[in-house]
């Protein structure tokens, strides 16, 4: 577009250049902006000034700013909070129960199988595996050499996620097991189910017990 620059003006210069910046990927400079209107160049940063003053007068929720020689609108950034908060909706969900036992088996298990974990569970994983895959929290591992099976990994979001920097820092389990006597009463084969429903959220989230996500749930 910057190389051919159109013979005459199509449209007026300033309602021209917003359709212009409102498709903008990346700043563009004043050239740039001249070849697209069809407009000198002169001309265009006169009206790339008065715009941008005209939407700082106006209290716009947007302004146009000249950040390193390249014109673009931004948001204007005392509304950050309201982006933000937008951006973020539906995005803190915390994980189910089911998918933070799967997640458990992978953290102490890994590299781990799809299979094993299943077996471990004693319930099909594989949507709450794909869940944790499309969360970041898992990631493959390579395979198995004897199976060919691919393993699965937790990932460095995890260990931020649940504030510690390597996987020696996760707390452990033995203080938490059943004395022996009661785990041979609780060891009895255990076929595997159909597949648990995958969860139906898919962005980033808290992990923790389910509940009803509240203002609270935002804090990190």
Do not use: C, K
């Amino acid at each position: 577009m910057t190389e051919e620059a159109l013979a005459v003006p199509v449209a007026d210069l300033r309602p021209a250049l917003e359709a212009v910046l409102m498709v903008a990927d990346e700043p563009l400079d004043q050239r740039a902006l001249a070849s697209a209107v069809g407009y000198p160049e002169a001309e265009v940063a006169e009206a790339l000034a008065a715009l941008a003053a005209e939407y700082d007068e106006q209290g716009r929720g947007f302004e146009l700013r000249n950040v390193a020689g390249g014109w673009r609108f931004y948001t204007r950034e005392e509304l950050a909070p309201v982006v933000e908060a937008f951006v973020l909706e539906g995005q803190q969900a915390r994980l189910t129960q089911a998918a933070l036992e799967t997640l458990a088996v992978v953290a102490y298990q890994q590299p781990v199988s799809r299979a094993r974990v299943s077996a471990i569970r004693g319930v099909n994983v594989d949507g709450v595996m794909r869940t944790l895959l499309n969360r970041g929290l898992v990631e493959e591992a390579g395979q198995d050499g004897e199976h060919g099976a691919t393993l699965y990994r937790t990932t460095s979001y995890f260990l931020e996620r649940i504030g510690v920097v390597s996987l020696d820092e996760l707390p452990e389990l033995a203080p938490y097991l059943p004395e022996m006597d009661d785990l041979d009463d609780e060891l009895e084969p255990t076929p595997v189910t159909e597949a648990e429903p995958e969860p139906e959220h898919t962005g980033p989230e808290q992990t923790g017990p389910e509940h009803t996500p509240s203002p609270a749930d935002d804090q990190p």
